[in-house]
Nanobody, 122 residues
């Protein structure tokens, strides 16, 4: 499975960004997709995760009501819409995939990772 993130950048507080994750090499459609982030000097934390059908979603408390995860099975892509961004959202954001239909925000639960895209909020 290959995951490639895009859409990061620099925005002012209150602004929005839409991250994209292109998925290839994944023939198993029963995989949970998620977004994680890691700020300098901090541990990687789960931001949002969605079940294969997208019906079950889980969000970190810090982003609830501001971030939305979505999937496009036809385009084989996963998105993270981020609104009302705050300086504390500044981090490298990673897309991840796990071979299970169970939603989780634990990094150890995921087997495939992208290289990340930087988000900076000032």
């Amino acid at each position: 499975v290959q995951l490639v993130e895009s859409g990061g950048g620099s925005v002012q507080a209150g602004g929005s960004l839409n991250l994209s994750c292109s998925v290839s090499g994944q023939t198993d459609r029963s995989r949970t997709m998620a977004w994680f982030r890691q700020a300098p000097g901090k541990e990687r934390e789960g931001v949002a995760a969605a079940s294969p059908s997208g019906e079950i979603q889980q969000y970190a408390d810090s982003v609830k009501g501001r971030f939305t995860i979505s999937q496009d099975s036809a385009k084989r892509a996963v998105y993270l819409q981020m609104n009302n961004l705050k300086p504390e959202d500044t981090a490298m954001y990673y897309c991840a995939s796990r071979s299970s239909g169970l939603v989780s925000l634990l990094p150890s639960a995921y087997q495939a990772w992208g290289q990340g895209t930087q988000v900076t909020v000032s």
